[in-house]
């Protein structure tokens, strides 16, 4: 019959072998949610706070413009009708969606076809209407200009319309980006100077302002900087001879981003009171 001391070593053995096979394991799973402290729920503001997740920070983009900011002959133009719309403006907002924590969500309001002065006079009260209804924090403003070259448009009155597209768009606490269209090959071509004067016009409207919400990029004259610095011609960048194919609208987009993100960096982009 065994001792005592023996039957208290079988115990101390059992002992042993239930600690490190049962209880062991439960406290070395416990020890981290035991040791550490619940974190504060942090609550942001997600138009001050730069850095936080893309999810919960969000800006409305309202696009004025004709076909060439729809993004006609770009990949699946030609399923315009039922409300597809690509080209350089999506392009360069999906990239900053893709590399800074914001999403940008397009409210496409261009008209094939159009220019500054048939808004304010065939759609006259629709951009106002939009405006109230859509509340963009960012406006962007890029007409084709060709649709004002074809009919030769007065000055004064492209001008003024465009004067009254950035100033309405302010008064609705909107942030402007004016951008000037893609090249083309009629910009090289049939309305080479007469695209031109549009172009340093417009610009020239949205730098009067002299306003931190009213932003300028120009895409045309950048984008004719690219292909003589790398010896290009228009061709390959070309659907027709008014707008431009998929590559010129990634081209155009590319610069239009790059433009942005050395605006702002990672920062959003609001109005400033």
């Known amino acids: 019959m065994p001792g005592k001391k023996s039957i208290s070593a079988i115990l101390f053995g059992f002992f042993i072998i239930f600690f490190l096979g049962f209880v062991l394991p439960q406290i070395q799973r416990l020890a981290p949610s035991m040791s550490s402290h619940p974190k504060a729920k942090q609550v942001v503001n997600p138009l001050k706070e730069p850095h936080v997740p893309i999810a919960s920070r969000v800006e409305r983009v309202m696009t004025i413009g004709s076909s060439a900011a729809r993004g006609w002959m770009d990949t699946g133009w030609r399923d315009w009708r039922k409300g597809w719309f690509g080209g350089y403006l999506v392009y360069a907002f999906r990239s900053l969606s893709g590399s800074e924590p914001t999403r940008y969500v397009i409210d496409d309001r261009t008209i094939v076809g159009a220019n500054s002065t048939q808004l304010a006079t065939m759609y006259k009260g629709k951009y106002s209407s939009w405006l109230s209804t859509d509340h963009p924090q960012i406006v962007v403003l890029s007409w084709g200009l060709l649709n004002d070259a074809l009919p030769h448009v007065p000055m004064p009155a492209f001008r003024s319309h465009i004067y009254h597209e950035i100033a309405l768009a302010l008064e609705h606490h909107a942030v402007v980006f004016l951008v000037t269209p893609p090249v083309s090959q009629a910009s090289y071509t ?37 292909l003589l610095k790398h010896h290009q011609t228009y061709i390959p960048y070309m659907g027709n001879s008014w707008h431009p194919n998929h590559k010129g609208h990634v081209l155009a987009g590319t610069l239009l981003y790059q433009d942005i993100r050395a605006a702002y960096g990672e920062h959003p982009i609001v109005f400033l009171s």
């Open 190 to 226: 049939t309305y080479r100077v007469a695209q031109m004067k549009y172009v340093q016009n417009e610009m020239q409207v949205a730098n009067d302002f002299h306003s931190k919400n009213v932003r300028v990029f120009d895409v045309f004259d950048q984008m004719k900087a690219y």
